[in-house]
């Protein structure tokens, strides 16, 4: 569909046009000629001396432009110029900037013409936007990417991975509906779906943890400490979960992905050897300051529904409760005692005075909790299980932009040893937002 020319006796309506400036008016025959008179001496090439024979006055061949002319003078209509489509006004915009070009339900926006390949569309959208490239349909919404490399990079695991909304039957869509008072079409969504098809097998429900395993040989590594799958090559963790104690084995060698049981045969899991360590530079030992790191596997991490990368926090949201993964057996009655699936650990965060109070000034922290890098979870019920982090594991939320991905907001730092017959305290975490440009410019270089 084309914008249409409507011709009668004495004039036009041009309802797109490039060359007629009263659009939607009346305007004569001869404003046009006139407009595209100008609009053709503008395309004639100059004549060469010689080919003048002495005349002083350039000649065009110029006839009066009819009804057919103006037809097809506006199937070329630029970007900016009004439109009308099934009665709302609109104007002619290139394609990517309507958000309702992405409804796949209902006709197709009329073409007002085609530009370097691009469709120039009669956008009836109360507001236009960047690029419907950069937007990333969710089962709440709708977010855009915007360049930065963390937040854009999360948006496309989302559209693009097997998360557990794409496999369940879920899907959702654009549509539009029409503002009376304002006389456009605002963006809506719509959503459907929710069950899923017999014998499906859901994948895992944190797919992006990770165990670190220390030792030089898989078959007798120690896996004490955790991390978070952010790409494809890295995991995020702790700075101090280098360091090889006596209980872990020796050194950090292995990342362990896919482990829905600590006893199934390694061969279920996936592997990857560690090749470089990543600590911020700013964490030196022994101090709890910037205890974050980078680990770069050797090979790529295979990705799959029971694999796949977390977001880091870049969105402004509620992160006043979060959840907190561990390995740590939170149903026994040892500290140190470790279980065989993963374990979750529901917690609350709590005020800097009240961290403060818990982790006063120390040789390891000596000028008390840094309110900017780290922050408090625990219980406020005094739960045992509370304070059971595992180093290196992420504390997370799922409102960031969907509950399909998780969002690591923090790094599970030190806590004071817990457990059935200790006072509960908060955890300390590392504060991911923080380092966001340091991660970035790491992870996606």
Partial sequence: MTPSVQCDRGGIVERVSSLCINILLCVSVSACAASLQTFTRKKQPRLRPQDQRGSQTQKWDYKKPDCEDLMMMSISVFPGAPCEWDGVRGQCVKETRCFTTLARRGADHP??????????????????????????MTLSGYAFKDGTKARDNCLEYLKTMPHHCREEGYYSGVSKSYDEKHKCHTVGLWGIGGSTIGGYIPGAEYPHQALLGYGTELYSAQW????????????????????????RGGPLTFVALDVKRRSDPQYSWQTPRVKRFIPYPEYKVPSTYHDIALIETETSIIFNKNVLPACL????????????????????????????TIQTINLKKFTYEECNKTYQTNRRLKNGIDSNTQMCYGSRSQAPEACMGLSGEPLLVSNQFSDCIHTVIGVTSFGVRCGRGYPSYPDVFTRVAYYKTWIESIVWA
């Fill in 224 to 247: 004490t400490a955790g991390g978070t799958i952010i790409s494809e090559r890295y995991i995020l963790t702790a700075a101090h979960c280098s360091r090889s104690y006596s209980y």
């Fill in 111 to 136: 073409v007002c013409s085609t530009k370097d390949n691009v469709k120039i569309v009669c956008c009836t959208d109360c507001h236009l936007i960047n690029d419907t490239r950069n937007v990333v």
């Fill in 313 to 340: 926090h870049v969105e402004d949201v509620n992160t006043g409760t979060a959840k907190a993964l561990t390995w740590r057996d939170v149903k026994g009655t040892e500290y140190y005692q470790i279980a065989d």
